[in-house]
Each structure stands twice: as structure tokens, then as C-alpha cells.
């Protein structure tokens, strides 16, 4: 698709995978000591290992949507740092609209897991409510989703609006307006 929206999502996707990467996993500073304290058996982990975690399979996820939408097309490799998201970019600019928008909503999605696990979790405030289109959302941490604080956005039984991630993503990308084919 290559506009000015999708180009955005994906610096920014890089950007939260570059901050993680480099800011979050960085080896700990050891604390000075305090004097005598049990003896440990293991030294912690130098980094947040869950932090590791997510960065492999958030990359692993995209590849395998890139493959998946190209539907065996030969395929350049991936690269291994956040240049991934460039790269799905360019491999996905010529497919049908539907296959394009399914990426765009996993590289969108990542960029909003990207600056939740960096403790940005007012990036959700930015994003509209699929439910009643009001910004009026606000991350849950203890249930891992957005919740709509309008009053009148509720749920079938009544409760407020419960959003995942990939509902946002893809109510983000799919009511955009689309560009005219050329």
C-alpha cells in the first residue's frame, strides 16, 4: 500500500522493538551489598527473559503472517533486527487489500504490545473505541485489555467494553480510508 499511515505504523513497530531490545535487555547493574545476605545458589538472569520471549515470537508471528499472505512467492530472508517490519512492508505492498490489511493489523498490534511492555500504556488512550468510536479507552494490565469507559458502551450483560489488542489493531486498519488504486 505504501501511504503515509502503514509507513507510520511500522517505524513505529521498529522503534518499540528497538527501544525493548535495546533499552529492556540490557544486562542488570548489580546492587551494591547491603552486607550479609543468604546465599544464592544461581545469580538472577542478566535481562528480562520474558521480555526475550516476546521479541522472538513477535518476529517469528510476522514472518510466518509474510509467508502466510504470499502464499509461497519466493521470499527474501527475514532480518534479524527490527528492520523486520520494513521487510514485511515491502514483501506485502503488492497483494490484494484483505491480505495487505492483515499485516498492517499484526504490525500495528505489536507496536501497541511493543509500548504497553515498555510501560507506555497510554498509547491505548490515542486509540478509538471499536465499540462506540470515542476515545475512551483505558489498559487494563490485571486482564491484558483495553476498556472502553463510556458509559454508554457496554457489553450484552452490561459490563464496559472489553477490548484485545487485535480488535483495536484491526478496527484501526480495517476503517482507515483506503487510497484509490492507481
Known amino acids: 500500500m505504501g501511504n503515509q499511515e502503514q509507513d507510520s505504523a511500522t517505524r513505529t513497530a ?21 552486607g550479609p ?17 516476546h521479541l522472538r515470537s513477535t518476529r517469528e508471528e510476522l514472518i510466518a503472517a509474510t509467508r502466510a499472505a ?4 519466493p521470499l527474501e530472508p527475514a532480518p534479524a533486527d527490527e528492520g523486520i517490519y ?17 499485516c498492517e493489523a ?39 485489555r483495553a476498556v472502553c469507559i463510556q458509559r454508554g458502551c457496554r457489553d450484552h ?6 477490548w484485545e489488542l487485535k480488535q483495536i489493531a484491526h478496527h484501526h486498519v480495517t476503517s482507515r480510508p483506503q ?3 492507481n
Open 14 to 34: 521498529a522503534t518499540g522493538m528497538r527501544i525493548l531490545r535495546d533499552g529492556f535487555t540490557a544486562p542488570r547493574a548489580r546492587q551494591p551489598d547491603a
Open 106 to 144: 499484526i504490525v500495528y498490534r505489536q507496536s501497541l504490545e511493543h509500548a504497553i511492555r515498555a510501560g507506555d500504556d497510554l498509547i491505548i488512550r490515542r486509540q478509538r473505541c471499536p465499540g462506540c468510536r470515542c476515545f475512551s479507552l483505558m489498559w487494563r494490565d490485571r486482564i491484558q
Open 157 to 162: 450483560i452490561g459490563r464496559a467494553s472489553q
Open 70 to 73: 504470499l502464499a509461497g512467492q
Open 179 to 181: 487510497r484509490a488504486a
Open 37 to 53: 545476605t543468604a546465599t544464592r545458589v544461581h545469580a538472577p538472569p542478566p535481562c528480562d527473559l520474558g521480555l526475550l520471549d
Open 86 to 102: 520494513q521487510w514485511n512492508a515491502s514483501a506485502t505492498a503488492h497483494l490484494p487489500l484483505e491480505k495487505q490489511q492483515a
